[in-house]
């Protein structure tokens, strides 16, 4: 299959520039700065290019919102804050491709008519920051970046900006407050980051693989790229696979590929033979499915039409013998853990779960137990600010509803069949 | 006792300044850079950033404390951050965090009497394709096993 993203992965040298050029590199750029910014986001509207970040909202469009006005400077912020558990795919590019990210912003930020771009990146990423930094610098020194860059007379800084350890930031509202050295507390919305963003600016902000798709965008054409994928979702997908299969890694595949097949074919099965008991498809905010429901195509609206996500494009597989509440408890504590406490229905509910969830697994559930949760679940959807709160409730309503009967168990036998063990 | 960044680390914090359009957005990277070279952000440190920023010790302080890698508290030497979440729980994480929490003798939040190790469960740390996974520093060990773990714990020195 066409790869996008990927071709040259395997190759240790494509991180540094001199072999990212050899290979073509910044050769998009270079038919970019020939074209119009407007013409660049035609392009990007044509490739059907839906966010990887995890919403999957249409980059085109979302480009587009930018004011008209050029009063005021504009600028590009990535996310790289790669968060959602489950998924690890935007560590592949930063280690693997470092200058594809950078192309990418360049030529976005072109189009964009940015000022400048900040990288904002988790702070436990530290390899990964430092392996930008040193791309940037390679960059920069080949006139890549900064000023008139390759004679464009179009001027551009890229800064990393590191996190510290906090899932809220990867929203893109509390990055940018995160980014401009607050507390990360999302930001209720609007006004949007395209109109007041970071610094006060107009600002888009997109993820690391949104981004890196940019230039082979260029290069081929949008029509071309969207027809690597489906309809409504063009390209491919890094798609993150982890848990209990033979081959866990990143797979690069069309945006409408079998989630079964992922998982039996790419990723090579379930471990030790063993029979799969739930997927958990698109990081870990994503509603679970049951084996009977994992014959359906990947894409962001196949995965809707079933009642879930493609998300961020972290597949977690979970293998017969798996203690579901055990599972659902360790999301809910993770949940608990990081919200920001800004809204009452998602301290609170947040909490709650945790608490309830885990007293089920310690074999203390009381009935009514999981009726409470279900209904702490609706009282926690659609009042916050953020999505966070819909994040918990998400996992919390789907195991419950597909695996309602481990939860009655552990609460009728006051005990944890599996024993309190994964 | 008042603390101040090293001729390297103060040649950092003016060219951070030079990265962002507002002075306050320093203070993360100042951050990072304190515990690079204190060892941890400690009182002492907030008040050195704040003046450094033009800003109050409350403000550091309140944006100190909203993030988890910033240690105010001294840490071991190795802080062995080990990962909860799902995909390595599926993978034996647990099992993992039980066996450091006996060998080293301290439960997760603790430090060892002769200050090597401080013990951490932490969520997520990105690497979930290559779990269980722990964060020593800065460094990622991944695709762990408790030989491993034991490997890699004796061999610090
Ligand atoms: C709680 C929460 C965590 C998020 N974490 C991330 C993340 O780690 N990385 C990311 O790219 N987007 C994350 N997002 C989505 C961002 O808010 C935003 O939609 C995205 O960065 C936009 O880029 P895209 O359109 O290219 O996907 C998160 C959203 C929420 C609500
Ligand atoms: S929904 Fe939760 S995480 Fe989001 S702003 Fe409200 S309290 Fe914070
Ligand atoms: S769940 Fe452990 S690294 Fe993602």
């Not at chain 1, 910044?26 to 013409?39: I, S, T, V």
């Not at chain 1, 309830?356 to 310690?362: D, K, Y």
């Not at chain 1, 709160?389 to 419950?400: K, L």
């Not at chain 2, 960044?5 to 507002?22: I, K, M, Q």
Request: aromatic residues 8%; proline residues 5%; neutral net charge.
């Amino acid at each position: 299959m066409e790869t996008v993203l990927t071709t040259h992965f395997a190759n240790e040298r494509y991180r540094r520039l001199e072999t990212y050029r050899q290979y073509g590199g910044y050769e998009a750029l270079k038919k970019a700065f020939a074209m119009d910014p407007g013409q660049i986001i035609d392009e990007v509207k044509k490739a059907n290019l839906r966010g990887r970040g995890g919403a999957g909202f249409p980059a085109g469009v979302k480009w587009g919102f930018l004011p008209k006005d050029l009063s005021r400077p504009r600028a590009l912020v990535v996310n790289a804050d790669e968060g959602e558990p489950g998924t690890f795919k935007d560590r592949l590019i930063m280690t693997r491709g470092p200058h594809l990210l950078i192309e990418g912003i360049v030529i976005s930020s072109f189009a964009l008519r940015a000022y400048a771009c900040w990288i904002y990146i988790r702070g436990e990423f530290v390899r990964e920051a430092r392996i930008m930094d040193e791309a940037i610098a390679e960059a920069y020194a080949a006139g890549l970046l900064g000023k008139n860059i390759l004679g464009s007379g179009f001027d551009l800084d890229v800064t990393v900006h590191r996190g510290a350890g906090a899932y809220i930031c990867g929203e893109e509202t509390s990055l940018i407050n995160s980014l401009e050295g607050k507390r990360g507390w999302p930001r209720l919305k609007p006004p949007f980051p395209a109109s007041v963003g970071a610094f006060g600016l107009p600002t888009i902000v997109n993820n690391v693989e949104t981004i890196a798709d940019i230039p082979w965008i260029v290069t081929h054409g949008g029509e071309t790229f969207a027809a690597l994928g489906v309809e409504k979702n063009g390209g491919t997908r890094l798609i993150g696979v982890s848990g209990a299969v033979n081959r866990p890694g990143v797979y690069e595949l069309s945006a409408g590929v079998n989630l079964k097949e992922i998982i039996y074919h790419h990723a090579g099965g379930i471990k030790d033979g063993k029979a799969l008991k739930a997927v958990i498809p698109g990081g870990s905010s994503t509603p679970v499915l049951r084996p009977d429901e994992i014959n359906v195509a990947y894409d962001i609206e196949s995965m809707g039409k079933i009642g879930t996500m493609a998300g961020s494009g972290g597949v977690i597989v979970i293998p017969e013998g798996t203690c579901m509440v055990r599972a659902l408890s360790v999301l809910m504590n993770f949940y608990a853990h990081e919200s920001c406490g800004q809204c009452t229905p998602c301290r609170e509910g947040t909490g709650w779960l945790k608490r309830i969830v885990g007293r089920i697994e310690a074999g203390k559930g009381r009935k009514g137990d999981v009726e409470l949760i279900l209904d702490l679940c609706d009282n926690m959807m659609g009042r916050t600010i953020c999505p966070l709160s819909e994040a918990a409730v998400m996992p919390a309503q789907s195991f419950i509803w597909k695996f309602r009967e481990e939860f009655d168990r552990h609460i009728g036998e006051q005990k944890c069949p599996y024993g309190n063990r994964f | 006792m008042s603390v101040a960044f090293s001729e390297t680390g103060r040649a950092e914090f003016e060219r951070l300044l030079t990265r962002y359009p507002d002075r306050k957005a320093v203070i993360l990277p100042a951050l990072h850079l304190a515990q690079k070279e204190f060892g941890y952000v400690s009182d002492e440190a907030i008040v050195y950033i704040a003046g450094l920023v033009g800003t109050s010790p409350a403000d550091i302080e309140g944006v100190a404390s909203f993030y988890t890698m910033y240690n105010r508290k001294p840490v071991g030497k190795y802080h062995v951050q080990i990962c909860r979440n799902i995909s390595c729980s599926l993978l034996g994480a647990e099992h993992l965090i039980e066996h450091v929490t006996g060998k080293l003798g301290v439960n997760p939040g603790g430090t060892t009497p002769d200050g090597k190790f401080t013990l951490s469960q932490v969520e997520c740390l990105g690497s979930c394709g290559t779990a269980p996974v722990m964060q020593v520093n800065d460094e990622y060990h991944e695709n762990l096993t408790v030989e491993s773990i034991d490997r890699i714990l004796d061999q610090l020195p």
